[in-house]
């Protein structure tokens, strides 16, 4: 069984800047990719980006490409989503998840690929 705790989110003015922590726990953290999410409400869950097992591939959803950036820390079991330059339409709620395969060279989008959740935080940006 894999944990995953979000964190970070919050209200901020457009223009502004968030950085979303993700805490693992329950199986070797270093060996598996990581993804976020997003879901505004009425919309579905969608890609904002992610990261390969080792931190040298990420990838970004073209609505946060250049905004958006993911990284991790393995010794901390740790992978962090900062989110510069925010703009109204970023507001939902963010998750991680983490990838169903080990070792994945790349980083996968879709949200069968993915095989733990967090609960999520909720992202408020305000024009």
């Known amino acids: 069984q894999v944990q995953l705790v979000e964190s970070g989110g919050g209200l901020v003015q457009a223009g502004g800047s968030l950085r979303l922590s993700c805490g693992a726990s329950?199986?070797?953290?270093?060996?598996?990719?990581m993804g976020w999410f997003r879901q505004a409400p009425g919309k579905e869950r969608e890609v904002v980006g992610g990261?390969?097992?080792?931190?040298?591939?990420?990838r970004y959803a073209d609505s946060v490409k250049g905004r958006f950036t993911t990284s991790r820390d393995n010794a901390k079991n740790t992978v962090y989503l900062q989110m510069n330059s925010l703009k109204p339409e970023d507001t939902a709620v963010y998750y991680c998840?983490?990838?169903?395969?080990?070792?994945?060279?790349?980083?996968?989008?879709?949200?069968?690929?993915?095989?733990?959740w967090g609960q999520g935080t909720q992202v408020t940006v305000s024009s």
């Open positions: 998840a983490a990838d169903i395969l080990p070792k994945r060279v790349l980083v996968p989008t879709l949200l069968k690929d993915y095989e733990y």
């Open positions: 329950g199986r070797t953290f270093r060996s598996y990719g």
């Open positions: 990261i390969n097992w080792s931190g040298g591939i990420t």
